[in-house]
């Protein structure tokens, strides 16, 4: 999985961790076990993105289950929890939903748990909506191995990875780097 390509955003030194084929390899990986998952559901399951990072595996995610016939509503719900010098703050909610999602089976996707804050807070989210979901399975391609305990199960997990800085396809260093197709991992 790893190369030797090297940028620089900032002052931080990042090394490529996994490439675009990598990426879309596992994604697709992920795509088949949801749609073995919902293939007898009674309505399209919603892919409920968590912006801004959830985004980009959203719309690879979502492009693969079109690829395996898996119809699905796509979505997006705003969170925020990290400031500008990448420390966590108390997670919000900046934007809801524009699907029902009342009895709905959702699939929340996001790129990565760090800490699992952002999505332990929307985990308990749930309990008090007044769009209760039916069902809610979550998605991530990337947990660090530091994260808290978890309020919830993580249905659907691409890699298991160190606690070190990811940067690129959603995940950023201090607002840089989200566009990057491959995926680095800071080194300095």
Not at 136 to 142: A, N
Not at 159 to 167: D, K, Q, S, T
């Amino acid at each position: 999985m790893k190369t030797e390509k090297n940028i620089t955003i900032g002052s931080y030194k990042f090394t490529q961790y996994c490439s675009r084929a990598d990426i879309l390899d596992r994604t697709f990986d992920l795509a088949r076990q949801i749609t073995n998952d919902y293939r007898n559901s009674e309505q399209e399951p919603v892919l409920l993105l968590l912006m801004t990072g959830g985004i980009y595996l959203g719309v690879d995610l979502s492009r693969a289950l079109d690829e395996l016939g898996c119809l699905h509503v796509v979505d997006s719900i705003g969170l925020r929890r990290y400031t500008k010098d990448e420390v966590g703050g108390a997670v919000g909610i900046t934007s809801l939903s524009r699907t029902d999602l009342s009895g709905r089976d959702v699939i929340v996707v996001d790129d990565i748990v760090d800490h699992g804050d952002t999505m332990n807070f929307l985990h308990n989210y749930w309990q008090v909506a007044e769009q209760k979901p039916k069902s809610v399975k979550y998605c991530t391609m990337f947990l660090k191995s530091n994260h808290k305990p978890l309020d919830f199960e993580l249905d659907y997990l691409g890699w298991p990875v160190g606690p070190e800085w990811l940067v690129g396809n959603g995940m950023d260093s201090e607002g840089l780097g989200r566009g990057l197709e491959d995926i680095y991992i800071r080194v300095k």
